[in-house]
């Protein structure tokens, strides 16, 4: 094959690839077998190899790393990286709704989303190529991640339609719940620290500097909101829309609201169906659809005024301890596993729960017999946050780390 050949085989391999990447984590439709996939992408791999000077930035051959990042290129956002203001109650939803609601004078359209529980990131897309990936940092500056991220296969390297020329994407990176169990059992068997929930071992991954090692993990990205001077749509969920068509993947599980009635039934649906979902989320999201309407009602220094987060409280339950395991790792690393009277938390009976070190077990004293809080947030492990020194038995016995 000459390089003229070479070129154009490359493109359309290129091309089969991602749009068999998208159908695969995009549209959860895959259409060839896994087998098949690896052929198509082995095939790419072995031109590129005899070809060097035509691999391009937004190859497929990308996402298998390689790269070695030292120190990541410290960025500055365009536009800061705000927080949302956080509510716990339905009292304060209804007066957010009715601080809006003044403000704009009119009746207010409402998209309510999942809040997931991840780490924030800011994706630049210039002429439909992804050309940076800078994490939240301190809201002003972050880091460029971009080798790391684009192991990432549900984030399009290339877009496609019709995109605007420049613009950002934000969203959520997160470790699926199954990827992270058996990432932490992994971790013990070699001796490292299990990784204490799903958010931090994504943010963890994100900062290796290894790309090859992140490209191993399952890592997943959901994107939940566009800045651009040039965006396709008045509102914020048509945006989300487009860019579905764009390549992204963004949230199933979001809703325009009309009222306070139809956001607690979102809120209150999600508080069950959350516990079925693959991957963590703290609450839900309530955005302004209009894009006007939000501009209108600007920002704090920290959050949007058209935007609110509302808070899952994390379930506790009060029971016995009954013993602790110490799970050995190969390197001998110890890890304490508390044994718990069972008893129902959340949905799911919990008989373990996590102990963290020896000295999160001396910081909460707690003792054999204690009757300790359990708590599951967030993440899918639940820990012991303390304890009922009140109930303390008198034949409670201090713990004695292995
Ligand atoms: S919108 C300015 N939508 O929550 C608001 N954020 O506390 C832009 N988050 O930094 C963010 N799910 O990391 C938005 N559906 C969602 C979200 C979401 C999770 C995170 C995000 C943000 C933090 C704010």
Redesign the pocket.
């Known amino acids: 094959m000459n390089k003229e050949e070479a070129k154009i085989k490359i493109r359309k391999l290129s091309e089969e690839i991602e749009k068999h990447n998208y159908n695969y984590y995009v549209l959860s439709n895959p259409v060839i077998s896994d087998y098949d996939f690896d052929l198509l992408l082995d095939e790419l791999i072995d031109l590129e190899k005899q070809f060097p000077d035509l691999i391009k930035p937004d190859s497929p051959t990308q996402r298998v790393g390689g790269e070695i990042t030292k120190e990541f290129k410290q960025v500055t956002h365009k536009y800061p ?6 509510t716990y109650s339905e009292e304060e939803v209804r007066d957010f709704e009715k601080r809006v609601k003044k403000n704009i004078g009119q009746k207010v359209e409402y998209v309510c ?8 990131i800011c994706l630049i897309y210039e002429n439909g190529l992804l050309t940076q990936a800078i994490t ?1 940092g301190d809201g002003v500056q972050g880091d460029d991640v971009i080798a790391n991220v684009k192991t990432i296969r549900s984030i399009p390297l290339k877009l496609h339609g019709d995109f605007p020329d420049e613009f950002e994407i ?3 990176i997160y470790y699926p719940h199954d990827g992270f169990n058996k990432l932490n059992d992994d971790r013990i068997e070699i001796g490292e620290d299990p990784f204490a929930n799903p958010r931090n071992a994504a943010s963890g991954t994100l900062k290796m500097q290894d790309s090859a090692e992140v490209a191993k993990r399952p890592l997943d990205c ?1 994107l ?2 566009l800045l651009g001077d040039k965006l396709p749509n008045k509102t914020h969920y048509n945006n989300l829309q487009d860019a579905k068509k764009w390549g992204f993947e963004i ?1 199933k599980n979001i809703a325009i609201c009309k009222n306070p009635e139809e956001i607690f039934e979102f809120i209150n649906d999600w508080n069950e169906g959350r516990k079925k979902l693959p991957f963590d ?3 839900v ?1 309530i ?1 302004v659809n209009s894009i006007a309407e939000q501009e209108k009602l600007g ?1 704090t220094a920290k ?2 005024r058209w ?1 609110i ?1 509302y808070k899952y409280k994390a379930e506790r339950v009060v029971t016995k301890l009954l013993s602790i395991d110490y799970q050995v790792g190969r390197t001998g690393a110890i890890t304490p596993v508390a044994n718990l009277k069972p008893i129902l938390l959340a949905g799911t009976i919990v008989k373990r729960a996590s102990l963290h070190n020896a000295d999160i077990i001396a910081q909460l004293d707690v003792r054999i017999s204690d009757m300790v809080y359990v708590e599951k947030g967030g993440e899918i492990i639940p820990k012991i946050i303390g304890v009922d020194i009140s109930k303390r038995p008198e034949t409670a016995v201090k713990v004695k780390f292995i």
């Open positions: 990286m705000l927080s949302l203001s956080n989303e999942l809040k997931y529980d991840g780490v924030a939240r934000r969203g959520e959901i939940y909101y949230s989320i703290d609450g999201v955005k920002s959050s949007p935007a987060a």
